[in-house]
């Protein structure tokens, strides 16, 4: 099972930019798919991007395509968003899961994943 660790959010104003980190511990990183997924107050986790275990595919949320970049190193056991243009609407919790295969968009489902971490906040003032 891998443990996943979110750092990088931060106070960044409309505009701005910040790049989150989920490290994993444990030696299965590289074989798992690896996604973001926020929850914003009073509103349901949604989510954010994927990624395959190679990092060959990747799916956005149609609101972050063009904005979002999700990476991973698996030198490193490291995934990461670069999240550029940011929006006071992107303010949430940002959390970082793993599943065995990356499968299509639609098994992306928050409520499909059992365990989460503590997430890292990303708050933008406009």
Do not use: H
Request: glycine fraction near 10%.
């Amino acid at each position: 099972q891998v443990q996943l660790v979110e750092s990088g959010g931060g106070l960044v104003q409309a505009g701005g930019s910040l790049r989150l980190s989920c490290s994993a511990s444990g030696r299965t990183f590289s074989e798992n798919a690896m996604g973001w997924f926020r929850q914003a107050p009073g509103q349901e986790r949604e989510f954010v991007a994927a990624i395959s275990r190679s990092g060959f595919i990747t799916y956005y949320t149609d609101s972050v395509k063009g904005r979002f970049t999700i990476s991973r190193d698996n030198t490193r056991n490291t995934l990461y968003l670069q999240m550029n243009s940011l929006k006071p609407e992107d303010t949430a919790i940002y959390y970082c899961n793993a599943k065995y295969r990356i499968e299509s968009r639609t098994t992306w489902n928050p409520t499909d994943f059992g365990s989460w971490g503590q997430g890292t906040q990303v708050t933008v003032s406009s």
